[in-house]
């Protein structure tokens, strides 16, 4: 895979074109080239996360100044979620450099939104670790940020933010648990169970964590 076209069609050359990389090593790819030592992208996902979230944040903050704590909170929701994540990937083509197992390539990941979604918070990463977090502002301010504006990702709101919501109306608690993990490793899935007030509420089953908590959660709100 050539990522040259990705680093100039998104402006940044990467020091280290092996981190760029990983940002697209999907755990099945790895496990099919377990000889090569490669690292997956969790990792990398993991710090995305966190820093696409404060760089969100900054910018809401800056750009929004009447608006309160609550809203605040729900508009950046809507945007670090599953639907909006896969959207902004898919703007910049991140789904033709993923590296994928073959059997998850049979199976649609490509084109599979948590896969997106992970990839675009593992770019997130990748390039904080190699650029810095300015140059992570730069690449939002490019690629995300004039795209953002109320009321543009209402309709992405996920089954976890809805259900929070709600459940928060009646002064109660949700949380989740990862309860099982089903398949071999190329073609693992993940089994999680949400809580309101310690009552099992739903289960829901995926192929990442997050997925299966969006099931979940998308079954308990059929009870409300």
Same mark, same amino acid.
């Given at each position: 895979?050539?990522?040259?076209?990705?680093?100039? $069609?998104?402006?940044?050359?990467?020091?280290h074109?092996?981190?760029?990389k990983?940002?697209?090593m999907?755990t099945?790819?790895?496990?099919?080239?377990?000889?090569?030592?490669?690292?997956?992208?969790e990792?990398l996902?993991?710090l995305?996360d966190a820093?696409?979230?404060? !760089?969100v944040s900054?910018?809401?903050?800056?750009?929004y100044?009447?608006m309160?704590?609550?809203?605040?909170?729900?508009?950046? !929701?809507?945007i670090?979620?599953?639907?909006?994540?896969?959207q902004?990937?898919?703007?910049i083509?991140l789904?033709e450099y993923?590296?994928?197992?073959?059997?998850?390539?049979?199976s649609?990941?490509r084109?599979?939104?948590?896969?997106?979604a $992970?990839?675009y918070e593992?770019?997130?990463g990748a390039?904080y670790?190699d650029?810095?977090?300015?140059?992570?502002?730069?690449f939002?301010?490019?690629?995300?940020?004039?795209?953002i504006e109320p009321g543009?990702?209402?309709h992405?709101?996920?089954?976890?933010?809805?259900?929070?919501e709600?459940v928060?109306q $009646?002064g109660?608690q949700?949380?989740?648990?990862?309860?099982d993990?089903?398949g071999?490793?190329?073609?693992?899935q993940?089994v999680?169970?949400?809580?309101?007030?310690?009552?099992e509420?739903?289960?829901?089953?995926?192929?990442?964590?997050k997925? !299966?908590e969006?099931?979940a959660?998308q079954?308990?709100?059929?009870?409300?």
């Amino acid at each position: 895979m050539d990522f040259k076209q990705l680093q100039n $069609d998104i402006n940044i050359q990467f020091k280290h074109d092996d981190l760029l990389k990983q940002a697209f090593m999907h755990t099945s790819y790895v496990n099919e080239h377990r000889n090569q030592g490669l690292d997956d992208n969790e990792r990398l996902e993991f710090l995305g996360d966190a820093v696409l979230e404060l !760089a969100v944040s900054q910018h809401l903050y800056r750009q929004y100044v009447d608006m309160s704590e609550g809203e605040l909170t729900k508009f950046r !929701a809507n945007i670090v979620c599953e639907p909006s994540l896969e959207q902004f990937a898919k703007s910049i083509g991140l789904n033709e450099y993923l590296l994928l197992g073959k059997g998850e390539e049979k199976s649609g990941g490509r084109e599979r939104p948590s896969l997106l979604a $992970d990839a675009y918070e593992a770019l997130i990463g990748a390039i904080y670790l190699d650029q810095g977090f300015d140059t992570v502002i730069e690449f939002l301010s490019q690629f995300m940020f004039p795209n953002i504006e109320p009321g543009a990702f209402s309709h992405a709101m996920d089954y976890k933010t809805k259900l929070q919501e709600m459940v928060q109306q $009646d002064g109660q608690q949700v949380h989740y648990e990862i309860v099982d993990e089903i398949g071999p490793a190329h073609d693992r899935q993940f089994v999680a169970k949400v809580y309101v007030n310690e009552i099992e509420k739903g289960e829901g089953q995926g192929r990442t964590k997050k997925e !299966a908590e969006q099931h979940a959660a998308q079954k308990a709100l059929k009870e409300y």
